[in-house]
């Protein structure tokens, strides 16, 4: 309120003249006048620098010439930081035009108190004045609050936050007497007497009180509180992270008695250590993954919880007793399917941050494969009844297609990646989730085989593949790598295929998991992108899935003993003779001279020339329990404004380097949630966009028309998106014609 009691005073003045003068002798009211500035008064105000008398009086007479001959239309404030009785040139116009007398400014705020609240101000003046700094701003309430000692003065609450974001800078700002109250308060807070002191020592002060009290999990509440407005702050949390760096931790802490909302991710791992030290204690993990759970709660601290703890609980807590009712094949894989896929990706997670720090990994590595070891057990113990129903999989589903259906091929596409894909569409997408069993062996060649062709028929060449797929089906199938899709991808029939997951393991073996994430990306965006394209269906499949073997020693790796002549691969052996193993099992393949395939009945791999991490080709639930997905859209009932490239019979043969894309919409509807849409053209050349065009917004029976260049190209598409959901809405092909543009004299 004392801001807007002080520019009530100064356009009642000004209302009747066009000067008025303000008296402040002390110099205390100067931030009312920086107010003014700041609401567009032209100010004019004297130096209190000068002490001499005819510099004073030149001064004046020049401030006064400046108003008189420069702003003699204008509204003017005089500010003097001198007594009226003092003035030259100015004193004149404290009676001809008028003044506000600030010489006793706390008498003029306890009248303006008096006259707006009828309370009695009983506040001591220094006190009021500081008072009314702190004033600005607020309304006669709070003034109210303040006279009956409901509220104090400054809330540390309120200015903590900027203090802490900036010290320096957060004191320079301040009058001296708020200062003062401030650093009174910040005192109060950290309980100790008042002492001066450098605001970034304060600062620091106040931080590591915070973070102490977090450690001790017990924290005041007042401190608390700004704890938690301070990360969810987006003008300050970034200041929050200096501080942690700078921060050391009491070694002696005890760290299962933090506050579950600290911020320090070295708690976090110091926390993990203990847990893996003890991981065989299941009741001691327990206890401790709860107290976890506590943390992972927590909404304000998300950024500094590590991802990987969910992992750990998932790992930890995974419950393999179901297992014992699975006595069937079909059994073992539902339960892989609804459950155990989710340890696998855990430990891929996990593999990813600790392969580094072997102390942390190996407990948790070892952790996995004890419930891994049970799931084999009940695998093998029902692999009789194993058939692979891969064989001619994309020929039965395209002879059976409808147009309007694409086909995503991944290689080495493990169950527990495209069950993550799907968790990302699945609040969009009606999302069918299915499987396939992989043939033996699992490594690519053969299975992309089945996948394609069929009959237990290998085709090395994956162009081969392709020609085969189309002869057996006797559709029109168009072929793409997954990447290549963009809003103008559009067909009848196609397959996409996509290898990187496959291609990074084989190269980069272990070092290709921390890559995952951005596959698992890619995967969603394009299935996303060829749902909003116009396809009605999308296929999620592959050729195998793989295993992770981890930390390995040598004496992990399976001494390969067989008869006869064999051809040995890292996760299967070729062989001619038949073999007697109890530990491996037999698959009756041909290939070539050779009759069987044998696997290990673990993940292990056997010695051979090949690199040991990611590998596949074996007969485990990771490598052949596969996804066959479908991703459709739903349909909502509610439709978009139509529109439509109109001139599409123009672009089939456009003479020069420009053309024009004209876009309609509908001319009437009558639903109001349809009576626009923002669309957005976008332009392609050889499948790579070169142009778009600012978005649109296009209301009912409304056209426009955009005009494009050609650049260097000879043909191009025009694709018209819905610029929201990008969602592909029309397309045209536009091709240059070969003819002279003889500037329309034909």
Known sequence: ?????????????????????????????????????????????????????????KEELFLRYKAESELIDEKVIF?????????????????????????????????????????????????????????????IAWWKRILQNLEDLMSIDDELLPFLDNPDLYFKSKAEDIRRLFEEKLFELLGSPYMSKPPKTLAREVTTLLFDELLSNDVKPELLSIYYKWLDSNTYSSSLQGYIDAYKPDKSLNIWNVHPDHCFVEIDHIQLRH???????????????DKIKKRLRGRQTHRFIPSWWSDIITLFEFDNKPLASCNSFEKVVS????????????????????????????????????????????????????????????????????PGIAVIVGDGLRYEIADYVASRLNSKYRVQSTTMLADMPSETEHNMSALYVGNDEVLPLHRDREKRLCSLTGKNIDFLSLESVNPGTNSDYLVLTYKDIDSAGETLQMGAIKLFGEFEKVLAEKIDQLLNNGFKEVHLLTDHGFVLTGLLDESDKIEVDLSGKREIHERFVRTIDKQSRADLIEFKRQSGEYNYVYAAKNHRPFKSKGLYGFSH????????????????????????????IENKSELKDVTGALFGVKISAKVSTNDLFTASRKVQVVLYANNISYSRSNIINLNAGESTSLEFSFMSNNEVSAILIDAETQEKLDSVKIKKSNARDLGGLL
């Open 617 to 644: 080709g074996g007969f485990t639930p990771q490598e052949i329990i596969i996804p066959n997905f479908v991703f459709r859209k739903i349909e909502s009932g509610v439709q978009g404004l139509e529109v439509w």
């Open 79 to 139: 500010y003097v930081i001198r007594e009226k009785s003092k003035l030259s040139f100015l004193f004149d116009y404290c009676f001809t035009h008028g003044s506000i007398d600030l010489t006793n400014p706390a008498e003029w705020i306890r009248k303006k108190l008096i006259s707006n609240t009828g309370m009695q101000v009983a506040m001591e003046n220094p006190l009021l004045l500081t008072a009314a700094k702190l004033g600005v701003g607020k309304d």
């Open 1 to 57: 309120m004392t801001d807007k009691w002080f520019l009530q005073d100064v356009e009642k003045s000004l209302d009747q003249h066009k000067r008025v003068v303000v008296i402040d002798p002390s110099g205390e009211c100067e931030f009312l006048i920086e107010l003014a500035k700041l609401k567009g008064y032209i100010v004019l105000q004297t130096d209190r620098t000068l002490r001499e008398k005819w510099q004073t009086v």
């Open 335 to 402: 339960f892989y399917t609804s459950d155990f896929h989710k340890t696998d990706r855990a430990i891929r997670n996990l593999y990813s941050v600790f392969m580094q720090d072997k102390d942390i990994l190996r407990p948790l590595q070892e952790h996995y494969e004890s419930l891994n070891h049970e799931l084999l057990q009940h695998w093998y113990d029902v692999a009789n009844e194993y058939e692979n129903n891969q064989q001619g999989c994309l020929v039965t589903l395209f002879k059976q297609a409808k």
């Open 275 to 289: 847990i893996v030290e003890n991981f065989r204690d299941h009741s001691y993990v327990k206890e401790k993954l």
